[in-house]
């Protein structure tokens, strides 16, 4: 781990089925970074409890996310992978940083806002969420923290987090970076919205055929007839033709929406088009993940084993911590 290397670090929350969105905008970054950072992937399970009460559910969902990320490529060996919750320091040190931030300071996060717009019950996690996420990105030291545009301001908060603490105890902790890939920081979803599980436009990473014949034809379009130009930059099919095509299949799909005539394009051609597209990429994903599946003790261990990787570095940070705050005496 000691390598010289950068430090990446990102964490996965354990909700359900991952969809493109996340794929692209976060869970890629992970596995290209893996071969030239050393870092850490860990399963948001604390994170999860926010909003998901049901045990079972739960746990399935842990072992769910492990295994997708096992599909799409991550290699334990390479990348230290495991569970937030049996690492204990991540709750402590979010409760010495409670002790450093204010109220009105966390009511500006997007997540509570929307949440309050929206007349959700907001539950105490819920509002301390981007401290918890402080905790488990300092403990580690990284240098950055590929995510999608919607966390950003999450590393923000840990760097603002940091900033704090350092001003109050010393140099503690190092300032992390988000690491946002800009043509996939949001990925749109069938109805053109950011893709989001909670607004029901997503194509599930790991979606059988039906499934994604399903979304794609869910794709809302205008009445224009295959003779009449289209403009790409605004037509949602071609949004993500563009996560999928070619760069040579893509140029050659936007001459024929923008040209139209006797060349054109029409939307159901241009949705079979992506069909495949999408099946083609999905497919060894799908079947890796199936072979992946059948293995679930070496799933429990990937996790334990990066458990014990992971603590002995938050420990070492987290005495350091105590110390500092003046609660450690012996
Ligand atoms: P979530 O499942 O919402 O916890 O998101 C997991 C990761 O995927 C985070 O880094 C998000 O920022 C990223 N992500 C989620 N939805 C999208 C999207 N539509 N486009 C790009 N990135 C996304
Ligand atoms: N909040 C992130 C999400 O919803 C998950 C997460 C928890 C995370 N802790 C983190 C991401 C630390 C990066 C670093 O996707």
Request: glycine content about 6%; overall charge neutral.
């Amino acid at each position: 781990m000691n390598s010289g290397k950068k430090i990446m670090l990102s964490g996965v929350k354990p909700t359900g089925r991952p969809h493109i969105g996340n794929y692209f905008g976060a869970m890629r970054q992970f596995v290209e970074l893996q071969n030239t950072f050393s870092g850490y992937v860990f399963v948001a399970d604390l994170h999860a409890i926010t909003s998901l009460q049901n045990k079972e559910e739960l746990k399935q969902n842990i072992i769910d996310v492990v295994i997708d990320y096992l599909a799409i490529g991550l290699d334990p060996k390479k990348i230290t992978f495991f569970k937030q919750s049996d690492i204990a320091a991540h709750t402590e040190l979010a409760w010495i940083f409670n002790c450093l931030t204010t109220m009105p300071y966390l009511m500006r996060a997007h997540a509570f806002k929307d949440a309050e717009a929206k007349n959700k019950e907001v539950n105490v996690g819920l509002f301390d969420y981007p401290i918890l996420m402080a905790a488990d990105i300092l403990l580690y030291s990284p240098d950055v923290v590929p995510v999608g545009q919607d966390q950003k301001q999450h590393v923000e908060i840990a760097r603002d987090t940091a900033e704090k603490f350092n001003r109050v105890y010393g140099e503690t902790f190092k300032l992390p970076k988000e690491y946002i890939v800009e043509n996939v920081k949001v990925v749109p979803g069938t109805d053109g919205q950011k893709m989001s599980k909670s607004y029901k436009n997503t194509i599930p990473l790991f979606a059988t055929d039906e499934e994604i014949k399903k979304a794609v034809m869910s794709i809302p379009t205008d009445s224009k007839g295959i003779d009449e130009p289209k403009d790409p930059a605004t037509d949602k099919i071609f949004a993500l033709h563009a996560l999928f095509a070619s760069p040579e299949e893509l140029a050659a799909l936007s001459e024929r929406y923008t040209k139209g005539g006797a060349d054109g394009i029409g939307y159901k051609e241009s949705k079979e088009i992506l069909i495949k597209n999408i099946s083609a990429f999905i497919k060894p994903l799908r079947e890796k993940r199936e072979r992946i599946a059948l293995d679930q003790e070496s799933i429990l261990e990937i996790l334990q084993e990066g458990g014990r990787r992971a603590r002995e570095v938050a420990e070492a940070k987290m005495n350091e911590v105590r110390e500092k705050v003046g609660v450690k005496l012996y």
